[in-house]
DNA sequence: CTGTGTGCAAACACTTTGCAGGTGT
DNA sequence: ACACCTGCAAAGTGTTTGCACACAG
C-alpha cells in the first residue's frame, strides 16, 4: 500500500510543498527509477525545472530516495522501502534496466551476494545493475 | 605486458591515427578507468575535445573498451582484458571505485556471482560497481 | 585516390548558483 | 515571524552535429 505523500514527507522531516508532494506521488506513481527528466515530463513542466533538482537533492539528503546506477551516466532514483528510514538504510538488492521498454526496477528480493575482495580493499557500498528484458516484456 | 598500440588498434581494424595511439596509450598507462575528462586532462589538450569522444566511441564500437559505472553517472571506459576480442567479451568482473584516491579500477580476479532472477527476466548483462578504499589508501 | 578521421564552430542537453519574492509551520 | 522553498535568469559543464580539410591505407 502507499503512504500519503503528506505524511511520508512528514516522516523524513520534510515539509509538504506543492512540488515535494507532486515529485513523491510521481515516484509512487511509477513503481520504477526515474530522472529528473522523466519526473520533468511526468509532471508536464508544473514545476520549474530547477525546483526538481532541488526537491530531489533534499529528498537524497533525507533518506526518501536512493540512487540507482544507469549505463548510460543518466542518474535515476527510487524510493527506499520499508526498511530504510532517516538513518538505518538497507540498499543491496539489485536493480534491472530492461532494453526494451527502458525502466530501470528495484528487485527488492534479489540481493546482492557477498563478494570476497582481495586483501585490503575494504568496501564501503555496491550496486548491481543487471540489463536485460523484464517480465512484462518477455512474453 | 602492454601490447604496442598501433598493433592493437590493428587487431581491432581501427586506423592507427594521432589521436588513438595517444588515448589507448594513455589507458595502458593509467591502469585504470578514464572518463573523456580524464583524458583530456591526461593528453592535456593535445587533441580536440571532440576527437576524443569520438575516439572512445570507436574504441567501444570496436571493442577495445567497456563503459564502467560511476556513481556520480560520469561514465568512464576501461580497456578490456586478453579474454576479450572484437566479438566475444568477458566483462563479468567487479569495479571498484575508491572514495579516498577517486580511482575506478577492474578487479579481473573478482567475478561477479551468478544472481538468480524473478521468473521471465532475462539478463543481458551486468554491472557491479563496489565503493570503498582501496589497497593503496588503505595504509 | 578514396574513405575515414580531425579540428573548429556551434548547437544542444544537463546541472548548479544567486537572488528576490512566496509559503509552510 | 522566520526559515525555508520556489521561480527566473544566468552561468557552468558535458556531449553531439555539420562541415571543410587532412591523412592513412
Same mark, same amino acid.
Given at each position: 500500500?502507499?503512504?500519503?505523500?503528506?505524511?511520508?514527507?512528514?516522516?523524513?522531516?520534510?515539509?509538504?510543498? =506543492?512540488?515535494?508532494?507532486? $515529485? #513523491?506521488?510521481?515516484?509512487?506513481?511509477?513503481? /520504477? !527509477? @526515474?530522472? &529528473?527528466?522523466?519526473?520533468? *515530463?511526468?509532471?508536464?513542466?508544473?514545476?520549474?525545472?530547477?525546483?526538481?533538482?532541488?526537491?530531489?537533492?533534499?529528498?537524497?539528503?533525507? =533518506?526518501?530516495?536512493?540512487? $540507482? #546506477?544507469?549505463?548510460?551516466?543518466?542518474?535515476? /532514483? !527510487? @524510493?527506499? &522501502?520499508?526498511?530504510?528510514? *532517516?538513518?538505518?538504510?538497507?540498499?543491496?538488492?539489485?536493480?534491472?534496466?530492461?532494453?526494451?521498454?527502458?525502466?530501470?526496477?528495484?528487485?527488492?528480493?534479489?540481493?546482492?551476494?557477498?563478494?570476497?575482495?582481495?586483501?585490503?580493499?575494504?568496501?564501503?557500498?555496491?550496486?548491481?545493475?543487471? *540489463?536485460?528484458?523484464?517480465?512484462?516484456?518477455?512474453?
Amino acid at each position: 500500500m502507499t503512504i500519503k505523500p503528506e505524511i511520508q514527507l512528514d516522516q523524513f522531516g520534510l515539509r509538504s510543498t =506543492g512540488s515535494r508532494i507532486a $515529485v #513523491l506521488a510521481a515516484f509512487q506513481n511509477a513503481g /520504477y !527509477a @526515474l530522472s &529528473q527528466g522523466d519526473i520533468e *515530463q511526468t509532471l508536464s513542466s508544473q514545476f520549474d525545472r530547477v525546483t526538481i533538482y532541488r526537491t530531489l537533492k533534499s529528498f537524497l539528503a533525507s =533518506g526518501l530516495l536512493h540512487k $540507482v #546506477l544507469d549505463d548510460q551516466g543518466s542518474i535515476k /532514483y !527510487a @524510493l527506499c &522501502q520499508d526498511m530504510c528510514h *532517516q538513518d538505518t538504510h538497507q540498499h543491496d538488492h539489485v536493480h534491472f534496466k530492461c532494453t526494451q521498454c527502458g525502466q530501470t526496477t528495484c528487485l527488492e528480493t534479489v540481493h546482492i551476494p557477498q563478494i570476497i575482495l582481495p586483501e585490503n580493499f575494504i568496501k564501503q557500498e555496491s550496486n548491481l545493475l543487471i *540489463q536485460g528484458v523484464c517480465r512484462g516484456c518477455n512474453s
